[in-house]
């Protein structure tokens, strides 16, 4: 007997309609405009949420890949946009979108998007001065990241040619605008820093709306312009507002002609600082020859030969009277020496050399009673001295007054206990005598009112 009507799973139904969808390209390339609710980023990178209106729904999931690069920090409230392709998710055959891209509905956001960004780079610390590199004064290579067929790349080499020819310049080229822009830029600055020789990178534009400089303005540019090794110039044209590349980057300038006047010098500046230097050098050789040969021409005429010769004279006489001075005094010397030696000599010639040796001993003995004397009173006196404080001391120690019955009681501590109201009942103390101690226990306290 046949069915009266076909009976279909819920799993062939589910497969039906993923199959429908996929075959239909209009599906598969959608853009849908609503405002994110429910949003989650799990430890997996990937990212959920719920895309709603005034009267539906729909449920929106962003793979890893794809949420790595989005262009702003979601949360629930946003207006967005989300590109994708239509899916249905099985296990509760949901119908969904699977992004891969989110943008801001409508400008007002885009600033919204900017303004939250900054926020969190700020609190992270990615504006600290102290992060700032200094730039090189004379760049001998100097990188840049834009575009090959803008205009900001004609105008920077434009400038370079004028003011300072001499520096080398390597171009990276990337696009600046559009979906991809932001990959790109960080991609070139991470490149540029693996290069040995790069002192100076120019990341930037020319100019145009929020929405042409966006790409400037995203995470993952200002994290490569961040982690750069080498000092970076932001270099996007526009004179008024700041993007977020601005604000990490070690200099901002307002165009990439300005971004030029402020890293390398100018050439006709250059010249005229040397030519000034050369002037001045040149002057104070000059005037050093010319004192020089004043002072000389000096003193020549202050010393005639004849002069001369007679300064030479003087000379060597005031050198013969030193010389006389010190032999006379020498022989002086010499002469009372002797004498000293004939007197001793006589004092002591009548005596043979054993009696002379007796009487040097003699004498000797003499000495040593005299200076032995002498310090024996000096020893008598340091030991009368020494007693007499002794004797105040022995009046003034703590020990003749425990040698009378008192005692001096510590607590643990080693503190001296002198109020019976720092210590409690069942507390250990030590009572110190005149002979020994005692360790006792507290077992009742009296305060004297």
Known sequence: MQPLHNVYQVREITHI??????????????????????????????????????????????????AARLRFPLKDGDAVQVHGRLSIYDARSEYQIIGDRVEPAGVGLLQQAFERLKEQLAAEGLFDPIHKKPLPKFPRKIGVIT????????????????????????????????????????????????????????????????????????????????????????????????????LVADHRAPTPSAAVEHVVPDQEELHRQITELESRFVRSIVERIHAA??????????????????????????VDQLEIRGQRAIAQQIARQRQRLDRLNGDLGHLNPTA?????????????????????????????????????????????????????SRDLNGRTITDAATVSVGDDIEVQLARGALACTVLKGKIDG
């Open 17 to 66: 309609l993923q199959t429908f969808l996929q075959s239909e390209p209009v599906f598969q390339d959608v853009w849908i405009e609503g405002e994110v609710s429910n949003f989650v980023r799990p430890s997996s990178g990937h990212v959920y949420f719920t895309l709603k209106d005034n009267n539906s729904q729909i449920r929106c999931a962003i793979f890893r890949s794809d």
């Open 147 to 246: 575009s090959a067929t803008g205009a900001a790349i004609r105008d920077i080499l434009r400038m370079l040619q004028k003011r300072y020819p001499v520096v080398e310049v390597l171009l990276f080229p990337t696009l600046v605008q559009g979906e991809d822009a932001a990959a790109e830029i960080a991609h070139a600055i991470a490149c540029m820093n693996r290069l040995p020789d790069i002192d100076l990178l120019i990341v930037g534009r020319g100019g145009g709306s929020i929405e042409d400089l966006w790409a400037f303005n995203e995470e993952v540019v200002a994290r490569a312009i961040f982690a750069s090794r080498v000092p970076v110039v932001s270099a996007v044209g526009h004179e008024t507002d700041f993007t977020i590349a601005d």
């Open 293 to 318: 040969r004043t002072k000389l021409e000096n003193t020549q005429n202050r010393l005639s030969p004849a002069r001369q010769v007679d300064s030479l004279n003087r000379f060597q006489q005031t």
């Open 356 to 408: 002379r040796i007796h009487s040097l001993r003699a004498r000797l003995d003499q000495l040593n009673h005299v200076y032995g004397s002498l310090m024996q009173r000096q020893i008598d006196a340091k030991v009368q001295a020494w007693q007499v404080a002794s004797a105040r001391l022995d009046v003034l120690s703590p020990l003749r007054t425990l040698a009378r019955g008192y005692s001096v």
